[in-house]
């Protein structure tokens, strides 16, 4: 598709005055790309087309256009993200960096690269859900050219697709994009499987589609002799993974899988819906327990639909759906539908109850430091079937299938979850591990007595909320333990040099102790002696209570705080000692960081890193630009500005601090603000020894409870 075409398209459905950014944004990207090719052997700037086109296929506005031609110019090319704001404003910046890949960043695994980008992407597609639709479009794209890479890359994508993309897309509601992804990888991960059923398809395909022809005119010469309701029926084939899924499902071959096609039924009205479907039941018995009514109870990705399945003209089972245009069109392509048709402030509040899901798991995802159990559990929250259970006020609650009362209590919230003690369901009490069905009433029995969780309830819990929360009570449970343990060994100690805990506690010499072996709080020291990391006859001789050769020498040991006396600041300058150098305050490098050397008029050298937006004023003087590198020899402190993203909440920089006094790291500044959707920016300014060292601090502070988002400050 050429600029002409893709702007033919989008002008079919918009007259956005602003269509011009296409354009812009397709000759800027086809200039970034030029001379690159995919493996296929393609020009490079095909692909971005491609998605693009696909976007304008959901009818997607302007600026997700625009986006999509540039979504891969910043991760291939040597433009920038600054650049593209520049140039396209701060929207499209934003959702070309969501789409960008961490490439920059050093990981330990495939896994653990694999799990921040994906953070990163749901954070971001929190912000504006127009992210993961361009990284849908792109997936969907890439997944069509896959036959041109190397068949460990197509296992792996097909892989990751399969586990991430089709369930998020089902998620979305947006099942055309989720049923080629499905069908897609399918093929790649089991070829033999898919060319055979595919094969076995097309062979009872023309006795199939008789059936359903015939099936379909029953139903609209009734309609039409019965009631004046103008309708559109026709026949919708399964998809082949969804029937190799059946048939795993339900352990049976090809030959006894009958529902091959299903018949759907498009009216005007919700009345209509329920008229026909009453017509359907009349020509056709249905069958028991395979009613579903999605329209009276949406599923969580705004499907509504009315599902029923019946007995056919040949005694066949036959699955029929009845729906309005507008369930119909939310069907196909889902929240990009909604986007695009949003409008007001009411569409934009039931918009963002759509999406609770979404913040909900960036919410329970927050506590998972560990790669694969980030994975494991974010494939739990995309997992696809649901079940849909009442609270005792009728309250709808959706849970994932095989959903536990557990699960349910920390659904409706964590104290909850923590006091459970017993559940009644249906009126009747059940075992903790009952796995609720669709129309259960729920009540929660809780007690002020609870002592909590139990760790069984890990083995059947199915929400990730329910068990991160789980996890995280015998987590503090234990550093309770510790500290307790550290406490007594520390009494103990104390008792023998005749000096009592609490009264050292109460003038502030405990705590002056803990300062100087490191620790901000005495809850800190304790749990460190507790862990043995400490020893009790430290902590008495850093209180004055033993007075032996040890005690000189822990003085003369005693770490001091470093100070820049040294005019190299732990840089050294190229052909050239002893000169006076100077860390630039609009970047603050730290070792790791590729520098570049500035030499000023009367401040000796200033030193920038090479991404400073500064440098590329610099170069135009390049004879006063010397080559600098980290003295690794030398030991000096660097200042760094970190960036945090949090939820505002009571205790949230008391945290903050904690962690990093717990890293012996020193704050020389800080600056925090709240935002009027209950968000808090707070920018932290550290002495840190290097990159590894500032990376190491950024891991820690994302452990936080509240934390969104940390990342180190863009230079000035």
């Given at each position: 598709m050429n600029l002409q075409d893709l702007l033919e398209k989008i002008k079919s459905y918009t007259n956005d005055p602003d269509l011009d950014i296409v354009g812009r944004a397709y000759e800027f990207a086809r200039k970034a790309h030029e001379g690159q090719f995919r493996d296929s052997g393609e020009p490079f700037f095909n692909h971005p087309v491609e998605v693009a086109e696909i976007l304008a296929e959901l009818e997607l506005d302007v600026i997700t256009i625009a986006a999509a031609l540039l979504h891969d110019v910043v991760e291939d090319t040597d433009i920038t993200i600054e650049q593209i704001e520049e140039e396209f404003g701060k929207e499209i910046a934003l959702l070309v960096n969501g789409v960008t890949k961490l490439s920059q960043i050093a990981f330990k695994s495939r896994e653990e690269h694999q799990a921040?980008?994906?953070?990163?992407?749901?954070?971001?597609?929190?912000?504006?859900?127009?992210?993961?639709?361009?990284?849908?479009?792109?997936?969907?794209?890439?997944?069509?050219?896959?036959?041109?890479?190397?068949p460990e890359k197509q296992k792996r994508k097909a892989e990751e697709t399969l586990e991430i993309y089709?369930?998020?897309?089902?998620?979305?509601?947006?099942?055309?994009?989720?049923?080629?992804?499905?069908?897609?990888?399918?093929?790649?991960?089991?070829?033999?499987?898919?060319?055979?059923?595919?094969?076995?398809?097309?062979?009872?395909?023309?006795?199939?589609?008789?059936?359903?022809?015939?099936?379909?005119?029953?139903?609209?010469?009734?309609?039409?002799?019965e009631t004046n309701i103008k309708v559109e029926i026709y026949g919708r084939?399964?998809?082949?993974?969804?029937?190799?899924?059946?048939?795993?499902?339900?352990?049976?071959?090809?030959?006894?899988?009958?529902?091959?096609?299903?018949?759907?039924?498009?009216?005007?009205?919700?009345?209509?819906?329920?008229?026909?479907?009453?017509?359907?039941h009349e020509l056709w018995k249905p069958i028991p327990g395979r009613f579903k009514d999605y329209i009276a109870m949406p599923k969580s990705n705004m499907y509504q639909s009315l599902h029923t399945t019946v007995i056919g003209p040949k005694g066949d089972p036959l699955e029929i759906q009845i729906r309005t245009w507008d369930m119909h069109r939310i069907a196909e392509y889902g929240i990009a539908a909604h986007w695009r048709y949003k409008e007001g402030k009411k569409d934009i509040e039931e918009f963002d109850r759509k999406?609770?899901?979404?913040?909900?798991?960036?919410?329970?995802?927050?506590?998972?430091?560990?790669?694969?159990?980030?994975?494991?559990?974010?494939?739990?929250?995309?997992?696809?079937?649901?079940?849909?259970?009442?609270?005792?006020?009728?309250?709808?609650?959706?849970?994932?299938?095989?959903a536990t009362p557990v699960d349910f209590a920390f659904f409706i919230h964590t104290e909850i979850g923590m006091s459970c003690v017993g559940a009644k369901v249906n009126g009747k009490i059940v075992p903790l591990e009952y796995k609720l069905e669709n129309g259960d009433i729920v009540e929660i029995i809780t007690s002020k007595n609870s002592t909590g969780p139990s760790r069984d309830w890990l083995k059947f819990v199915k929400t990730s909320k329910a068990r991160s929360k789980i996890k995280r009570w015998f987590k503090r449970l234990k550093q309770e333990e510790v500290t307790e343990r550290g406490k007594q060994a520390l009494e103990e100690e104390l008792k023998r040099h005749r000096a009592d805990l609490k009264s050292l506690e109460k003038s502030g010499e405990l705590e002056k102790a803990a300062n100087r072996l490191g620790y901000q709080r005495v809850e800190d020291l304790l749990e460190a002696i507790g862990y043995n990391k400490v020893t009790?006859?430290?902590?008495?001789?850093?209180?004055?209570?033993?007075?032996?050769?040890?005690?000189?020498?822990?003085?003369?040991?005693?770490?001091?705080?470093?100070?820049?006396?040294?005019?190299?600041?732990?840089?050294?300058?190229?052909?050239?000692?002893?000169?006076?150098?100077?860390?630039?305050?609009?970047?603050?490098?730290v070792p790791g960081d590729e520098i570049i050397g500035y030499v000023t008029r009367g401040r000796g050298v200033s030193v920038h890193r090479k991404d400073c937006p500064n440098v590329k004023t610099l170069l135009k003087e390049k004879e006063r630009c010397v080559n600098v590198s980290w003295d690794i020899d030398r030991i000096e402190?660097?200042?760094?500005?970190?960036?945090?993203?949090?939820?505002?909440?009571?205790?949230?920089?008391?945290?903050?601090?904690?962690?990093?006094?717990?890293?012996?790291?020193?704050?020389?500044?800080?600056?925090?603000?709240?935002?009027r959707d209950g968000t808090a920016k707070i920018n932290i300014s550290l002495e840190i020894s290097s990159l590894e060292h500032m990376n190491d601090i950024i891991k820690r502070l994302r452990c936080i409870d509240g934390i969104l988002d940390v990342r180190r400050a863009n230079p000035t």
């Open positions: 921040e980008n994906l953070r990163k992407m749901f954070l971001a597609m929190a912000k504006d859900i127009r992210v993961i639709l361009i990284k849908l479009a792109d997936r969907l794209h890439n997944m069509r050219t896959l036959n041109y890479t190397a089709a369930p998020l897309a089902h998620r979305l509601g947006m099942f055309k994009i989720k049923w080629e992804l499905e069908d897609l990888s399918f093929r790649y991960l089991e070829p033999k499987k898919y060319y055979d059923l595919a094969r076995k398809v097309a062979t009872t395909r023309k006795e199939r589609e008789k059936n359903i022809e015939r099936a379909i005119r029953t139903i609209k010469e009734k309609i039409e002799s084939p399964k998809h082949l993974y969804s029937i190799y899924q059946k048939m795993l499902r339900q352990k049976k071959e090809f030959s006894e899988i009958y529902d091959l096609t299903a018949i759907r039924i498009i009216v005007n009205t919700v009345r209509e819906c329920y008229e026909v479907l009453g017509i359907v999406l609770s899901w979404l913040r909900q798991l960036l919410e329970w995802q927050k506590d998972l430091q560990d790669a694969s159990e980030f994975m494991e559990n974010l494939k739990i929250d995309l997992f696809e079937d649901e079940v849909f259970v009442f609270t005792p006020k009728g309250d709808v609650v959706s849970l994932p299938c095989h009790p006859t430290q902590v008495a001789v850093k209180l004055g209570l033993v007075q032996t050769k040890e005690t000189v020498l822990d003085k003369l040991t005693q770490k001091r705080p470093i100070r820049r006396k040294s005019v190299s600041k732990g840089v050294r300058v190229e052909g050239v000692d002893d000169l006076f150098v100077r860390l630039s305050r609009c970047c603050n490098p402190t660097y200042q760094v500005e970190l960036e945090l993203e949090a939820m505002n909440q009571c205790s949230l920089l008391n945290n903050i601090t904690s962690v990093i006094s717990e890293a012996k790291v020193n704050i020389t500044a800080i600056n925090a603000r709240t935002n």
